[in-house]
């Protein structure tokens, strides 16, 4: 272990000489009801018990700041808590449904919301699909120049197409398509596989009834031979209210709050579109947390490496937290495991909100009591946490300094390590 270095350091010349040690000495104050390093006998304590003491204060530091991380998503002290956060709803998505909500905005801008959607139509396209033809019989489109019109919406384009002598139906209707899609008139064409075998000209329009569109025969038979003008779904606007009012447009996409907010109309019927606190944001994280923490009380009751007290500490923090949320869903049981009722928690949101939010997240809240205890923790020397940390080395005079404490290697991948 004489090799071990900290940051290009050996841990004796950084316990006695860094800037550290300079500001708050050699001596520590350990977290409130945990008393201080226990001297033992360093001839009795092995390199294999110093990496043990190690990996144990790294798995211990990892629990606590995953625990610390949950509870900063519900403090209110975090510009970005839940408690900020606002989410989009729908009552019945099978009519009007949630799109895209921007969350990145602040409740100014985005206020909270109610509208009532009342869909009688939504805008469809029209659909043709032409005759179902044998792909390797000969064209049904008479050989030469075809000519035809396409009108759609207002404007009405001139088309045509070439078939050549002994050309199939599958080459035909792949020609006929491209003279199609090359006007650029918003109707799509392509050539489909249908029953047994057979294909077919399939045109889809834009949606809205404006978008009509119809087809017809100059010169040739190629609308008649492939069956293109056979509409099997009419063009159609939609049609709804909103609070009361009528709207009517060619598509599906409605635009609310400044664009904040898209709803898509999806179906006849009714439905209610809310923007508000986000409960069930709230929700998850409660449940993230109550995992992280038990996560943490299962690690101090598995390591015998850390001092009792810890443990001790952190149950009473787990007591008293399952006390005071009680009324909220949160529940403790024999093995100091908690649990949360979420149904109970989402009530209590949906009733009293500003409650459920000092509790969780206020002054003196849940989540501050836990980043105190972690903050504690952090601040001081890895010896403080052990029930026997090395007495002798360079492992001693690096653990009993401050140097040791996680707050204080930002960035370090591991919080302590060896050689």
């Given at each position: 272990m004489s090799d071990a270095i900290y940051f290009g350091?050996?841990?004796?010349?950084?316990?006695?000489?860094?800037?550290?040690?300079?500001?708050?000495?050699?001596?520590?104050?350990?977290?409130?009801?945990?008393?201080?390093?226990?001297?033992?006998?360093?001839?009795?304590?092995?390199?294999?018990?110093?990496?043990?003491?190690?990996?144990?204060?790294?798995?211990?530091y990892q629990q606590a700041y995953d625990v610390s991380a949950q509870a900063g998503q519900l403090a209110t002290g975090n510009p970005d808590s839940v408690f900020y956060q606002q989410a989009a709803t729908s009552s019945?998505?099978?009519?009007?449904?949630?799109?895209?909500?921007?969350?990145?905005?602040?409740?100014?801008?985005?206020?909270?919301?109610?509208?009532?959607?009342?869909?009688?139509?939504?805008?469809?396209?029209q659909t043709n699909m032409g005759?179902?033809?044998?792909?390797?019989?000969?064209?049904?489109?008479?050989?030469?120049?075809?000519?035809?019109?396409?009108?759609?919406?207002?404007d009405t384009y001139n088309l045509a197409v070439t078939v050549n002598p002994g050309d199939t139906n599958q080459t035909a209707l792949e020609s006929l398509a491209q003279a199609i899609n090359d006007a650029n008139s918003g109707v799509q064409a392509s050539v489909v596989s249908g029953a047994n075998g057979a294909i077919q000209l399939?045109?889809?329009?834009?949606?809205?009834?404006?978008?009509?569109?119809?087809?017809?025969?100059?010169?040739?038979?190629?609308?008649?031979?492939?069956?293109?003008?056979?509409?099997?779904?009419?063009?159609?606007?939609?049609?709804?209210?909103?609070?009361?009012?009528?709207?009517?447009?060619?598509?599906?996409?409605?635009?609310l709050l400044n664009g904040h907010l898209q709803v898509d109309l999806t179906g006849p019927g009714q439905s209610t579109v809310t923007v508000g606190p986000d409960t069930q944001g709230v929700v998850n994280a409660a449940s993230s947390l109550i995992d992280a923490m038990n996560g943490l009380t299962s690690y101090l009751t598995s390591d015998q490496l850390l001092k009792s007290d810890l443990a001790s500490q952190w149950n009473g923090l787990v007591a008293d937290a399952a006390s005071s949320l009680s009324q909220y869903g949160v529940s403790l049981d024999a093995n100091s495991q908690l649990s949360l009722d979420t149904t109970a928690l989402t009530s209590a949101l949906q009733s009293n909100p500003f409650a459920v939010q000092e509790a969780l997240g206020g002054i003196n809240s849940l989540a501050t009591n836990l980043q105190s205890f972690v903050n504690a923790i952090t601040s001081s020397p890895g010896a403080s946490l052990l029930e026997s940390p090395p007495s002798s080395g360079y492992e001693a005079a690096y653990l009993r300094s401050f140097s040791s404490a996680p707050s204080f290697r930002i960035g370090s991948s591991t919080f302590f390590r060896s050689a």
């Open positions: 350091v050996d841990p004796a010349t950084w316990y006695t000489s860094s800037l550290l040690d300079a500001a708050f000495g050699t001596s520590f104050s350990s977290p409130a009801g945990i008393t201080g390093p226990t001297a033992t006998d360093s001839s009795a304590q092995t390199y294999t018990d110093v990496n043990a003491q190690l990996s144990a204060l790294n798995g211990f019945n998505p099978g009519a009007a449904a949630i799109d895209y909500f921007d969350t990145n905005n602040s409740t100014g801008q985005v206020p909270n919301s109610t509208f009532n959607f009342d869909v009688t139509q939504i805008a469809q396209a005759a179902a033809l044998d792909p390797n019989a000969a064209a049904a489109i008479n050989p030469g120049d075809n000519q035809f019109t396409l009108t759609a919406g207002s399939q045109l889809q329009g834009q949606t809205g009834s404006s978008n009509a569109f119809s087809l017809s025969d100059t010169s040739g038979n190629a609308v008649a031979g492939s069956g293109a003008a056979n509409t099997t779904q009419t063009a159609a606007s939609a049609s709804y209210t909103m609070n009361g009012a009528a709207y009517t447009q060619d598509n599906n996409a409605v635009f």
